[in-house]
Structure formats: structure tokens, C-alpha cells
């Protein structure tokens, strides 16, 4: 604060002529002025305030006037004392007054204008002293009150000041200044591994002159470390030397903090959302393949996959339901349930939308025509909904199984198991009858060998009554064929070999008008099937598709190999076939016609036309060797009939050459017929002694056993199979065990024999004919006699 009032001099002087002459002299230059005559009256005004600078004058009557300067120094610093001298003085009386505390001292006689302006002079430096205490005090003021540490330092590095910041932080001794730690100031609070750093800084700063920043670690009281910003500028004189350094060291704790905490939040935020990222990559990629795989799984299913919407509109047709449906993706998504599909419309489609409520539907043996295809068939349906992962329903997906081919094929199952229930009737009839073939044929064959030539009326009576038992015969082979208990001779068949050796009989059979073509795989495997019998086959088919194609037409005979998996209900096991096909372009048979094309007896061809046992033979032959029928057939497109055979697995069996027979002539055999049905036993006995041989008839396996065990020796067995009591086959087990070189023969009709063992024995299918029975004989007796030789 600038002085204002002039500055007020106390004149201390006993001697009051001259205490007159200084107070005037002083008024006159401006100052205020009082006076004392004693040292005592001196301090006391002193005391009582306002004085700025005293005159006295050292001899005084009561305190020296040294005392009294001291005394004023020790109360009051900042008034000023000029001492006035007695009239000479030392330079010894002039130390004395200023060790004193006196500011000046003056010898008398004084000039006034030299005392005058002796204490102006001392006027102003008193002012000088006190702008410097004051801004002393701000500075003090304002670093006490600041919230950070305060310290200045001189121009080398020694600390001047700390405000209480610093002890109180420190835990040091207030204003202990100059122990060493204290000389060294903050830096000896730094951190072990900052003081080096911070150091150098401090260090290079005070040397160039350059503002100090540093962050560091200083130690407080209690031995912990927090963070500051240590920061320090100097100060500059007028001619720019610096004076002074200030500093402030600020506690960054916190913000050290939170920025630690920032960055690892920051580090922690970056590793987190590479952490997802990495999660989502993961399970997009996850879907992505779920995705891809449910794709393949509805494109690759065999069912139908559909989905709909809420409006029942279709939002997702497969691959299969485009087989189905003969209709594309494209043209199915986005139209609806009923549109598409007509016979959805009313109760299904209420089903439907019930689905989208929560429900689920099965539609079974549903029939079904689909709108734009026209495609027509069965199905089966199950719809369940759809749900997103939230559980909430968005629609529902249905699975449908085309049954049309099951259907069929369950129709066609039935039929077999019907045929075979006709067929076990069938063959019982056909065997009776056979046997009574047998007996007429048998007998008519020796009427007309002994019948005279001449005779020519009965003759050709005879003939017309054998034609008529032969065409019984036919038939009864026939149904025998179809009851598959024909008495079959399977081996090898080469088919392509078969088939273009008939090739000439069968054109003959169709007609001109009727084109054959042979389409044979050149790796066709032999078939196992009896080839008589598939000639007869193939002929009856090629029959069949003659009729059905009256103005001529195209007639294709296939064979190919085919794998048959177990997918095929009608073949008896899966495995490898050949497959005979034939194919015509005729009238083809309708739904109905084919249900019941199989079945014998069954007919179009009118009374006396057709027998309707061609095909149930195909069918019995087929399934008799083991393999089955198929057929195919469209009203005015025409139709394929399959016979599918196994493939030949047995080598072939040496066949006997009957072309290189000799005249058939075996000698007189005594024969042992056994035969348990007298009408046959009778017709074949006048057979065999026509034949030139002895016959002794036993009508049962057991009378057959006591005849060669006493009566003659016999040369042959000729025995029937089907008998009560002990069969051919086992009676022929029986004699080979006793009489083990004695032949035997068995006739059947039957193919049912234990294959085996009949495999060994030379067979005779009934109905036999003279001729057959020569042949059989004169067979055996050749390779008994071979075996013999
Ligand atoms: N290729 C074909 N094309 C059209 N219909 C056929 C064909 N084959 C058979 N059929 C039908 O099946 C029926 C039964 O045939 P199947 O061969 O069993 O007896 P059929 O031919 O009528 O009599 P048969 O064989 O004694 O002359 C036939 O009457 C005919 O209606
Ligand atoms: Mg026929």
C-alpha cells in the first residue's frame, strides 16, 4: 500500500534549543513531527503508535540513547532511527550506533538540508522494505492457500520456501529448512525409480533457464507414494537473470488413477469386444453351417418339406416336393395351401391353421392332385409348427411322404398273398387231375399201339379222345405252373442264347404286323430258372401283348442285369437279378384290369377265347425259381411285363444228351412200381410190361421195403412221391442205405421235393407218357451200367 500521509518524525532531544531547530527544519520539508526530550518520553509516544522514523540524538538525560535504539528495533523493526552524534565523533562511537540497530548516524553539527534528505533517503528505503514484506505476505498468503504444494528456490537449486502442504504431506518439521533431506528440497521425496529422471530434469532446467514439468511418485509421512505434477518457472530480473525458481508439486493421484483405470478399462473394453467379435464370427460362422446343413437336409430329404406362412401362404417347397408335386419351387412359394392344392381346401386347411395356433396335424391315405401338374397319387402328411427361439409361432412346416408306390406295392403284396391262396387250392385240383391224365393218357397210349392200323374209325376216335387229354394236360401244367408246384428242372439259362433261338417262333406267334426287338446287355448274367418253362413264359407274354396290339405294333424283349435292394417288397430278398422284360405298345390294361391280370382264370378275351392262366403261369414260374413279376401298364400307351430271375450262382449240371440216345432198349428189367394210387399204378404197370419188362406193384413205401427184403431181385424202383405214410424220396433214402446199387426213379408232380436229395435222383414228371418213361428208364439203366464198368 503506498504511504499517503506524510511520514511522522519523532525529534528526541534533551537539549530543547536544538530539538526546536531539527523539528523546524523537518516541518519545513514536509514532515510531521513530534518530539520528546527524554528517552523514556520517546518510547512512550513510540508505543503509542504512528511514528515512521525517529531522530535521536544519542546523549539523553535519562536511557542512552543506544539503549533506546535498541529497545526501539527490538519493538518496532520497521520504524527508522537516525541517530545524531555529539559534536565530534570516532568512527568507534559511529559502529557502536549502528550495531545498535540505527539505520543512520549523523556527526553534529548536522546541515539540515543533509538531514533532510538523509531521512527522505531513509523514508524511502522504509518504503521499499515494506512493499517487499507486503508482497512477501501476498505470496505467502496465496501459497498457503493453495491446494498444492509451494516452494520457490534460489537461482542454484536451495529452497527458500515450502508452504504447510509440503510438511503436512512430508510429516516434516515445520520450516526446517536446513537439514540435509530438507536442503535437497522434494526431490528427496521422489520415488526411488523416478529420481534419476526427474533429477536430471530439475538439474538441466536450473542450468538452461527452462520451465520444469515432471510426473513422479513422492513418498508422504506415512511411507506411501502417491503421484504429482512437479512444475517449477523462474523468475527473471529486470535484466533478465533469474532470481528466483517457483514450483508447485500437485497431487495427480486421482487423475493417475482414473487414467490407469481408463486405459485398463480401455484395454479390457478392446480385449472384451474382440472377445465378441471373435464370439460373434464364431457363431455366425456356426450358423452359417447349421444353416447350410438344414439346407442340405430339406434339399436331400426324401420327404416332401414344406413350410407356410400365417396368410397359408408356402414359403419353403424341397427338392422331393418338387418330384412329387411336378412343381417348382418358384412356381409353389408364395401361393397358398388351397390354391395349389384343392383337396386342402375346407376341413385340411381348418387343420392347418390350427397348426399356427399351437396344435399339430397327421393327414394319412390322403388323396391327392395337385393343381397345376395335375400330378395325382396318395400321400401322408405331418404338420407341426414352427417357432422362432423366443417360442413365439411363425409359421409351420410340414413333412410329406409320397405313399403312392407303397400303396401299390401293399396292392400288389395282397395280390401275391391272394394268389397264393388260389394257388395252394389250384394245385391240389390240378394234381388229382393230373393223375387221372396220367391213368387215361397212359391207357389210350397202349390202345393205340395194339390197335390194328386197319382199324382206322376207332383210331381217329382215339385220337381226338388222346388230343383231349392232352389239352387237359396243357391246362393241368398250367395251373400246376401257376400253384408253382410244377416239377422244374432249373439250371443255367443264357438268355440272350434263349431268346434268339426263339426269336423265330415267336414272330411266328405275333404275326407280321408285329415288330420284335431284342435289346440284351452284353454282361447278362445266366439266369437259374427251368428254360422249358421261361420259353413257355415268354411265349404266353408275347401272346398276351399280340392281342393287345390287334393292328400291329412294336414288340421290345429286354434282359439286363438289376440290383434288387430291400426296398423291393415283391421279391422275395434283395440281391442280384436278371431282369426279363417284356414291352409292347398295345392297349394297355386299366387300373382294374391289372389288379386282377395275375389272378387264373382271370380273362377280357371272352369265353373260349382266353383261359386267363397265361400270366398266373408266368407269375408261378417266376416266383417258383426264386425271383417275381412285375408289370407295368397305361391305358393307350401300353404295357411291360418284368420277369425278374436270380442270377445264376450253381455251375452248370452235366446235362444228359438225349440226341445221342440209342434206340431206347434196356433188356427185360424186373421193375418195382410204387405207387399208392391204383388207377395210376395200373396205367403205368401196363406201360412198363408193354415196354417189355416185369412189374411188381407195391402200393405203399413200406409194402415196397418187404417186397425187395423177400421177394425177387429187381433191377429198377419206380416210385411215386406223394404218398401217405413214407414219401418217394424217402424210401429211395432207405434203399440206397440197403440195397445201395439198385436205381431208383421217382415221378412227381410236385417241385416241393427236399432239394438235395433230389437233386441225386433221376426224376419223371407227372403226367408221363410211354415215350417219357422209356427214355427215364433206358437213362438210368445207361449210367448204372457206366457206373458199373
Ligand atoms: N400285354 C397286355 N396288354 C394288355 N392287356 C393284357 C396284356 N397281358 C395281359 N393282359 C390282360 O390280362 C388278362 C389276363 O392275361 P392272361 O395271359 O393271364 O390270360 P389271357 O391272355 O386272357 O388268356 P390266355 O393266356 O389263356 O390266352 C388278359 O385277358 C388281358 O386283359
Ligand atoms: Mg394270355
Request: proline residues 5%; charged residues 25%.
Amino acid at each position: 500500500m503506498p504511504e499517503t500521509r506524510p511520514a511522522r518524525v519523532l525529534v528526541v532531544d534533551d537539549t530543547e534549543p536544538a530539538r526546536y531547530a531539527t523539528a523546524r527544519t523537518l516541518q519545513r520539508a514536509g514532515f510531521t513531527v513530534v518530539e520528546a526530550g527524554s528517552g523514556e518520553e520517546a518510547l512512550r509516544q513510540i508505543a503509542e503508535g504512528g511514528i515512521d522514523a525517529v531522530v535521536l540524538d544519542i546523549k539523553l538525560p535519562d536511557i542512552s540513547g543506544l539503549e533506546v535504539c535498541r529497545t526501539i528495533k527490538r519493538d518496532h523493526p520497521d520504524i527508522m532511527v537516525l541517530q545524531l552524534s555529539a559534536t565530534f565523533v570516532s568512527s568507534g562511537d559511529r559502529i557502536k550506533g549502528l550495531d545498535s540497530g540505527a539505520d543512520y548516524y549523523l556527526g553534529q553539527p548536522v546541515e539540515p538540508a543533509e538531514l533532510v534528505a538523509t531521512l527522505g533517503a531513509l523514508m524511502r528505503i522504509r518504503a521499499a522494505e515494506a512493499a517487499v514484506r507486503l508482497s512477501e505476505a501476498r505470496f505467502r498468503a496465496i501459497a498457503e492457500t493453495m491446494p498444492q504444494v509451494v516452494w520457490s528456490a534460489r537461482p542454484n537449486g536451495t529452497y527458500e520456501y515450502f508452504n504447510s502442504r509440503w510438511y503436512a504431506y512430508t510429516g516434516m518439521p515445520p520450516g526446517t529448512l536446513s537439514t540435509a533431506a530438507a536442503r535437497q528440497g522434494w526431490c528427496a521425496a521422489v520415488q526411488t525409480d523416478d529420481q534419476a529422471r526427474v533429477t536430471n530434469s530439475w538439474l538441466h532446467s536450473l542450468a538452461s533457464g527452462e520451465p520444469f514439468e515432471m510426473e513422479c511418485r513422492l513418498r508422504s509421512g506415512d511411507g506411501s507414494y502417491r503421484w504429482f505434477l512437479a512444475r517449477a518457472l523462474p523468475i527473471h530480473n529486470e535484466a533478465g537473470a533469474i532470481i528466483r525458481w517457483f514450483g508447485t508439486c500437485t497431487d495427480i493421484e486421482d487423475i493417475i488413477n482414473a487414467r490407469e483405470v481408463l486405459a485398463r478399462s480401455q484395454t479390457e473394453l478392446e480385449a472384451m469386444v474382440a472377445v465378441r467379435t471373435r464370439e460373434i464370427a464364431e457363431a455366425n460362422e456356426r450358423l452359417r453351417h447349421e444353416r447350410a446343413f438344414s439346407e442340405l437336409l430339406v434339399a436331400s430329404s426324401a420327404d416332401g418339406i414344406i413350410a407356410y406362412d400365417d396368410d397359408l401362404r408356402y414359403t419353403l417347397w424341397n427338392k422331393a416336393m418338387e418330384r412329387i408335386s411336378g412343381l417348382s419351387a418358384s412356381n409353389a412359394l408364395g401361393r397358398t395351401v388351397g390354391d395349389l392344392l384343392p383337396f386342402l381346401r375346407g376341413e385340411p386347411e381348418q387343420a392347418m391353421r390350427r397348426v399356427l395356433q399351437g396344435e399339430t396335424a397327421h393327414m394319412r391315405d390322403q388323396r391327392y392332385t395337385f393343381a397345376d401338374s395335375g400330378r395325382e397319387g396318395w400321400l401322408e402328411a405331418d404338420c407341426t409348427p414352427l417357432r422362432a427361439t423366443n417360442g413365439e409361432i411363425i409359421g409351420a412346416i410340414a413333412f410329406i411322404r409320397d405313399i403312392t408306390e407303397r400303396r401299390a406295392v401293399e396292392e400288389q403284396l395282397r395280390q401275391t398273398q391272394k394268389l397264393e391262396a388260389l394257388g395252394q387250392l389250384t394245385s391240389g385240383v390240378a394234381h388229382d387231375f393230373n393223375n387221372l391224365l396220367s391213368a387215361i393218357l397212359g391207357n389210350l397210349d397202349l390202345i393205340r399201339k395194339h390197335l390194328p392200323a386197319s382199324n382206322s374209325d376207332l383210331t381217329h376216335l382215339l385220337d381226338l379222345a388222346l388230343q383231349g387229354a392232352e389239352r387237359g394236360q396243357t391246362l393241368t401244367q398250367r395251373l400246376l405252373a401257376f400253384a408253382r408246384r410244377q416239377d422244374l428242372r432249373p439250371g443255367l439259362v443264357d438268355i440272350p442264347q434263349l431268346l434268339v433261338g426263339m426269336r423265330e417262333l415267336i414272330q411266328r406267334s405275333i404275326g407280321p404286323t408285329i415288330t420284335i426287338e431284342l435289346r440284351l446287355a452284353d454282361d447278362l448274367e445266366p439266369a437259374c430258372v427251368d428254360a422249358n418253362q421261361l420259353e413257355l413264359a415268354i411265349l404266353n407274354l408275347a401272346v398276351n401283348s399280340r392281342d393287345a396290339m390287334p393292328a400291329g405294333g412294336a414288340l421290345v424283349i429286354a434282359a439286363d442285369n438289376l440290383v434288387v435292394g430291400d426296398r423291393e417288397q415283391l421279391a422275395p430278398s434283395p440281391g442280384h437279378y436278371v431282369c426279363l422284360s417284356i414291352t409292347d405298345n398295345g392297349t394297355g390294361m386299366d387300373e382294374k384290369t391289372m389288379a386282377r391280370a395275375v389272378d387264373p382264370f382271370f380273362t377280357t378275351k371272352g369265353p373260349g377265347k382266353g383261359t386267363g392262366l397265361g400270366l398266373s403261369m408266368v407269375h408261378g414260374l417266376a416266383a417258383q425259381s426264386g425271383g417275381f413279376l412285375r408289370l407295368h401298364s397305361r391305358i393307350g400307351v401300353g404295357t411291360t411285363v418284368e420277369i425278374l430271375l436270380p442270377r445264376a450262382v450253381v455251375r452248370r449240371p452235366r446235362r444228359v444228351d438225349s440226341e445221342q440216345m440209342p434206340a431206347m432198349k434196356s433188356g427185360r428189367l424186373t421193375v418195382l412200381l410204387v405207387e399208392d394210387d391204383w388207377l395210376i399204378a395200373l396205367s403205368t404197370q401196363a406201360m412198363i410190361e408193354d415196354l417189355g419188362h416185369v412189374v411188381h406193384t407195391a402200393t405203399s413205401a413200406t409194402k415196397a421195403l418187404d417186397l425187395l427184403r423177400s421177394g425177387p431181385t429187381f433191377d429198377l424202383v419206380l416210385t411215386d412221391q406223394a404218398m401217405p405214410g413214407m414219401t418217394g424220396v424217402e424210401l429211395a433214402g432207405h434203399i440206397r442205405r440197403q440195397w445201395p446199387g439198385l436205381p431208383v426213379l421217382l415221378a412227381t408232380g410236385y417241385a416241393e421235393l427236399p432239394m438235395l436229395s433230389a437233386a441225386e435222383l433221376p426224376r419223371l414228371a407227372k403226367p408221363f407218357r410211354q415215350d417219357d418213361l422209356a427214355a427215364a428208364i433206358y437213362q438210368l439203366m445207361q449210367q448204372v451200367q457206366t457206373k458199373r464198368r
